[in-house]
């Protein structure tokens, strides 16, 4: 299957999700209800709890690195909206009568890739790692949670809607880019190879959600939308996807 | 001056901590007026709003190197309230029509001893670490707040007075004294050798504050305050100060 290149290879496999993505866009499609997916409320408020956390991990060390007194003051909102989401998952996990540590213990192995990977970069390319995953994820888990009941669905939304990253990211990266020649080849090797570390992580919480008899085939398109976005995302940092 | 060994000759001098403090404390000093000192607002508030930023890069760096989930999750809302007193002496800066980044920069250097000694230290160091500084020098600039603008005076005690640190900060501490032979005996060390530090950051904001004619021996009794605090938050921990 085409897709367990892109999604099981790991790092090597990146170069693979440019030459298939148009392949895999150009079939004829049909665009997946997230409404049939069936998200275990706890199971997915865990999982998105802990993504918030990397998350929020990965900025605190951005933070803490930044080359500038103005990018840490920034970074630092960006840090508090990730913890934010975190903690606001959090507390929907308590209303829900389940222990957040318990609940998102299982899905810390989903994330080790990413957070190798986030261990390994320099500042920028940490930047573009924190933008790039959050940017995939965030989506990702809010069309996801349309699945979930009516109420906690709107709640879970309005969570995960807060914006407030990607501004500081895209300041920075920006303007590094356009200062620091040859940056911008470095950034899009490192962007193409976090691609499958990201949807490592939504087809684990996919897989999770899907009802019984649907198989890997049905959920293809929604990798496919997020790659076009991630595309989108990168082309709008002058980045080649 | 005595005092100058305690304040400016850094982690050797920590010993006369000590040594001295029986001695300040058995003179008859009367208790300083926090009112009669005169911060300027606008600096008061960049000093205070640095070190809240100092203390979320350590908190956030005791997140990331936990040694299991349940104190990550912990030391995440303990993070949380360090930047939430952050951003809310930045909004202060803001609302005073300063720009929080320039306001800031001058402050830098006077936490650097202190941002020195949490780079290197352990899990366990870095959390005493923060118990420590924070618990010092949030009640310090409680305080100095009191010579304020009695408006803006109220908005920044509210700030300051969140609490939310201390509890996982002592839970993890304790347990772990509790369970690692030796340990007691380090930190108390580690401890010791962080009150030059802190000491170093409170006199500097205090300094700022006096009005003219005032001597360094005015301000004595304020540190004599500071240290006594300090004694109990070890002694609560069962470490000798």
Redesign the interface.
Known sequence: MLWDVVLWSGRRGARDVQRIRPRVASAALTRVDFTELVPEPISFLGRAAYIQ?EA??AL??A??TAPT??A??GL??A??VA??K??AL?AEVRRAGAE??EV??PF?PVTDELRAATARADWYELLLTIHITTGMLDDFFGRLAEGLPADLAARVRVILDERGTDGVLKHELERAIAEQPGLADRLALWGRSLVGDALLIARSALRAAEPPGRGDDDVEPVFTELIAEHTRRMDALGLTA
């Open positions: 956390l929020f991990e605190a060390r933070v803490t007194l103005a840490k003051e630092s909102s840090a508090g913890l934010r975190h903690h959090i957040p540590v998102m213990a810390t």
